[in-house]
């Protein structure tokens, strides 16, 4: 069943039209209606052109939150083999928000690690929403410091809406885990490439994306904050979060143009849960692409060119 968004009711209503009628006929042979079908199609694909032609950071915001978008696991299985998954902080639990282990890509050993929100209630329950834990972080630490000892590049898939902010989170040193994620993606000596699948949210999603390159899905967003809670903060109104998503320079166009994302990976029209498997494709032809651009490049190379980045991060304009 196809989950439509907010702004896209007049498009649900048209195709629920050619659908019924298709079923219609289903059920009864003489009826002819696949010229009316097809003239709704055609009109809910011009429809839905002109809803995707330029939309608003905040319904950018409603795409990349869209339940059916492939999610970690999804790009996992799709484009790694041998993925043996590795599990635990060694500390106190395994966070099931964060799935990693090892993996091969194009044939290449790599490290994978990424946010799960997962795909229905059950599991989106047990993976906490995409929301990680400290074990999370350290779990991602200890994944990120066996690659650097083995020489493998290491590849993160950010799907967040941020860190859990629960009591025994903090308890346990939610900030402190966050931060020392964010200094071991500084410190690795191997190529470190990140993708920005759905949400990028807040320092849960720094964590793993302070890397080489970062390529960010053309309706994917990365913000310091969610537009609710920047609302919540500055006007005392969550429901100003329109204005707020304006205000956060969110989209992957914004911030491609501020230095911070790399790439901006094309998404099929309507989004990429519309044709998962060739966003899928997508992604791991830009993956590629990027360990190619790093390939040969010395640890101490890695590292400087990294810290750089994240130095002139600033320098560029939306004016510019």
């Not at 195709?15 to 042979?29: D, P, V, W, Y």
């Amino acid at each position: 069943m196809t989950h439509y968004l907010d702004f896209e009711k007049p498009l649900a209503e048209i195709e629920g039209k050619a659908e019924e009628l298709r079923n219609m006929a289903r059920s009864n042979e003489e009826m002819h209606v696949e010229d009316e079908a097809a003239a709704l199609d055609r009109k809910a694909q011009d429809l839905l052109k002109d809803l995707y032609k330029k939309l608003t950071p905040w319904r950018k915001c409603q795409v990349a939150r869209h339940p059916d978008r492939p999610h970690c696991k999804d790009y996992i299985e799709a484009l790694f083999t041998e993925y043996t998954p590795l599990a635990g902080d060694r500390g106190f639990a395994d966070d099931h928000a964060v799935m990693g282990g090892l993996a091969r890509f194009n044939d290449i050993p790599v490290m994978v690690i990424g946010h799960e929100k997962g795909h229905d209630t059950q599991t989106r329950i047990e993976r906490n929403f995409g929301m990680a834990r400290p074990e999370g972080y350290r779990k991602a630490i200890r994944l990120m410091d066996m690659a650097d000892r083995f020489g493998l590049p290491v590849i993160t898939l950010v799907d967040t809406p941020g860190a859990y902010p629960g009591k025994g989170a903090e308890e346990r040193g939610q900030s402190e885990a966050i931060a020392r994620s964010t200094e071991k993606c500084l410190q690795i000596g191997v190529p470190l490439i990140s993708i920005i699948i759905g949400e990028g949210g807040s320092g849960g999603a720094v964590a793993f994306a302070t890397a080489n390159k970062l390529a960010m899905l053309e309706h994917s967003v990365y913000s310091v904050i969610s537009p609710e809670g920047c609302a919540s903060i500055l006007w005392k109104d969550a429901e100003k979060m329109r204005e707020a998503a304006e205000a956060l320079r969110l989209t992957a166009q914004d911030l491609h143009k501020l230095g911070v994302a790399d790439n901006v990976i094309p998404e099929p029209l309507g989004g990429a849960h519309r044709d998962r498997a060739a966003t899928i494709d997508a992604v791991g032809k830009t993956i590629a692409s990027m360990i190619d651009d790093m390939s040969g490049m010395k640890p101490k190379a890695l590292v400087k060119a990294r810290r750089d980045k994240f130095l002139a991060l600033g320098d560029k304009g939306l004016a510019a």
